[in-house]
């Protein structure tokens, strides 16, 4: 009897134990990036990478093969590594970033903040040694082994045999030198560019000498001290780029003769495979004229203007031409001159030879090409808008060849060195993550990881995803909604609208739980509905989708999130008298839009690092999308946020990084300095030091203020 009553005791424990389990709650240490804990509730991920064909794993403290059946053979351990490394100033503390740029060779490349190495696993010794102590925005070359990098405003290069080699004299904040230029508009995410055969270095050289300084300040030593930023604001004077070729064999620089640089764009930069040539696409400042342009890289003479792409709006290139690697006479350009970003066939004459995709979707990534079968390997959304899938496409057929199960969002898919396979991280609705291995002549592979989910245990909210018509009555809007996990369809829920809306951003996606941001979830839990919409103006939908906001940034959105609340006022369980709204920069703009738009139908918002006129945004993204005060009179007065401000009836909380770079703190402080004038109460938050997101647990602090604020002020 007394077994009999322990066991029945252990049995309820146990199921008392499991009901506990499942009633977890979530904290912003979990769910927020700068949380203590949010690294624990991510699906679960391995790190891999190619070496030639041959798939390798990466951890913490070695490297080494992983086959389809999971098993590991180690080549290497930082042990070995570091034993031949002792004359060295640091050894190498993480294998996580190891590449193996040789299909051909034993060597696996690996990096800290003193060294870049070599070692041959084989051999157990190290075959290159290159010093970077003090050094960024590092550009290494598998051919010549040399590595371009920047340090104290200069640009150097160091050879394999580690010899240094200086190309500047003059960089300083004003003249900047091997790095992003265009405030990274335009894809452009580096300043420097190696030829295939390493020889040669294109390299982006930055005047910004005329370029007006926006007052920053230090708060923190105990004078506060000025720490000016150069900001080119719509209309304004802006930068001069020029592009460099540094020879290696001869030691010598020259320019592109591109003429002036003054109100001019110069982005992907690209090479011709003999390393002959240079191509650059090149804008007008006011980004309606784009034009392919080739240049000789031992002279810098002008060569050709190989096409030319218009737009009584703007053309936005985003990627550089590709030259096919089994035939160096023609090269692939992306272009959206169809209205759908789609992938171009060239001769090096600058022929049109085909367009290789069609159709009302758009190509998201080419990834490379697989030589055997004459493919390119892309993804887009041609499956399913909300979608992410791998296609390769034949260069003679144009056939496209599905690659994966066709359903979900990849994140991440390497190329091996030939092509012929691909590693592809994905996520579905239901799926946290998955790795599959896949012939790209065919689709077939194997699944390598398939991650377990993560908040198992939790409460977790309800997700779904639905669809509704823009404000033109035709165009399909997609939308996530978020509920508590006790939802009752006969009770009435505080629900907060979370807007972006602005370009090349969208909320929505066939990804893990369609996307949601984890602050939602955090929101649900306390009992709100959480509404997010995409609205025309957001990224890949083609042109007409994307354009329909041009010269008006704001309006169209806010008609179509107006759209979303007529959707809300048919649900019987959204409390339309317990309506917020919460967005973070452009979201921020369109937050504020809103709750002075619509100052009856918002009760509380909270509006982050807010644009609030464009006349005080950058150059490359303003004008592209409102052109400039002059040219725009009546956009830019429409759009600004200042004169609504007398509008302003519900609560509204305002927050800025008081060292924000990107939505400078102007924009914050004249819309409360109108708001003073008109006698209308914003509330005002700044974080210290933060720039446009908060960095770190400040993020944990920054949500859980953003949180408290609709606790506070909409569930009343």
């Not at 100033?89 to 070599?118: C, E, F, G, R, W």
């Not at 909604?481 to 090349?504: C, L, N, R």
Request: charged share 20%; glycine share 8%.
């Amino acid at each position: 009897m007394t077994k009999i009553k322990f066991m029945g005791l252990t049995a309820l424990l146990t199921v008392s134990m499991s009901m506990i389990a499942q009633d977890k709650l979530f904290t912003l240490e979990d769910l927020n990036y700068g949380g203590t804990n949010y690294r624990r509730m991510l699906p679960k991920n391995i790190y891999i990478t190619w070496w030639g064909d041959q798939l390798m794993y990466q951890d913490a403290e070695e490297g080494g093969t992983i086959a389809k059946d999971k098993s590991r053979t180690t080549l290497f351990t930082l042990d070995e590594v570091n034993a031949t490394l002792k004359a060295e100033p640091s050894s190498m503390h993480s294998a996580y970033m190891a590449s193996y740029p040789y299909a051909d060779k034993s060597l696996v490349l690996l990096s800290n903040d003193t060294i870049q190495i070599l070692y041959d696993f084989k051999q157990k010794q190290t075959s290159m040694v290159q010093h970077i102590q003090g050094t960024d925005n590092h550009d290494w070359n598998k051919a010549s082994r040399a590595i371009a990098y920047t340090k104290d405003w200069q640009l150097f290069v160091r050879d394999a045999d580690d010899h240094e080699y200086q190309l500047s004299n003059d960089g300083s904040r004003e003249i900047v030198y091997g790095q992003t230029v265009h405030r990274n508009e335009f894809g452009i995410n580096k300043g420097t560019f190696w030829s295939p055969d390493g020889q040669k270095l294109a390299f982006y050289r930055m005047d910004q000498s005329m370029v007006t300084d926006y007052p920053q300040v230090d708060i923190f030593p105990r004078e506060a001290t000025y720490e000016p930023d150069k900001y080119p604001m719509a209309g304004m004077t802006s930068h001069k780029v020029t592009v460099g070729i540094f020879d290696l064999k001869t030691q010598k620089t020259v320019y592109l003769q591109a003429g002036d640089p003054t109100d001019r764009y110069f982005t992907n930069i690209a090479w011709s495979p003999d390393a002959k040539t240079v191509y650059m696409l090149e804008l007008n400042r006011a980004q309606n004229d784009c034009r392919l342009v080739s240049y000789s890289a031992e002279t810098g003479e002008k060569m050709t203007e190989l096409l030319r792409e218009t737009s009584d709006k703007y053309v936005e290139p985003l990627n550089p031409i590709v030259f096919l690697p089994w035939d160096d006479s023609k090269f692939i350009l992306q272009s959206q001159k169809d209205g759908f970003n789609h992938l171009y066939l060239y001769n090096k004459e600058g022929q049109l030879l085909k367009q290789l995709t069609s159709g009302p979707w758009v190509v998201m990534e080419l990834l490379g090409f697989n030589e055997k079968s004459k493919s390119v390997i892309i993804l887009s959304n041609e499956k399913n808008l909300l979608q992410k899938n791998l296609y390769a496409v034949n260069i003679k057929t144009g056939k496209r060849t599905l690659l994966d199960d066709g359903i979900g969002v990849t994140r991440t898919a390497v190329l091996s060195a030939s092509g012929e396979q691909v590693y592809q991280k994905y996520q579905a609705p239901e799926i946290p993550m998955s790795i599959n291995v896949r012939q790209t002549s065919n689709g077939k592979g194997y699944q390598l990881h398939k991650a377990e989910d993560p908040w198992k245990g939790y409460q977790q909210p309800i997700f779904e995803m639905g669809s509704i018509k823009a404000a033109d009555g035709v165009t399909d809007l997609y939308f996530r909604m978020v509920k508590p996990s006790d939802f009752d369809a006969t009770k009435k829920y505080p629900t907060v609208i979370y807007v972006y809306g602005g370009p090349h951003a969208h909320n929505v996606d066939a990804s893990w739980h369609w996307a949601s941001r984890s602050w939602e979830t955090y929101m649900a839990q306390k009992g709100y509905i959480v509404f997010i919409l995409d609205n025309r103006g957001s990224e890949n939908r083609g042109i007409a989708f994307e354009q329909a906001t041009f010269h008006q940034l704001g309006q169209i959105e806010m008609q179509d999130q107006m759209k979303g609340v007529e959707y809300l006022r048919t649900l019987p369980y959204v409390d339309m008298d317990r309506l917020g709204v919460h967005g973070w920069s452009f979201g921020g703009f369109m937050t504020i839009s809103l709750m002075t738009n619509y100052p009856d139908v918002f009760k509380v918002g909270v509006a982050g690092g807010p644009v609030i006129d464009w006349k005080w945004y950058e150059v490359m993204y303003g004008e592209r999308y409102m052109g400039t005060p002059d040219s725009n009179p009546e956009g830019f007065a429409k759009c600004s946020l200042i004169p609504k401000a007398k509008n302003l009836k519900g609560k509204l909380q305002i927050i800025t990084g008081y060292n924000d770079d990107t939505v400078v703190p102007q924009h914050c402080l004249s819309f409360l300095d109108a708001c003073i004038k008109a006698g209308t109460q914003p509330d005002f938050f700044a974080y210290p030091g933060e720039p446009h997101n908060m960095r770190g647990h400040a993020s944990v602090h920054l949500h859980e203020r953003i949180t408290q604020y609709f606790e506070d002020n909409l569930k009343k």
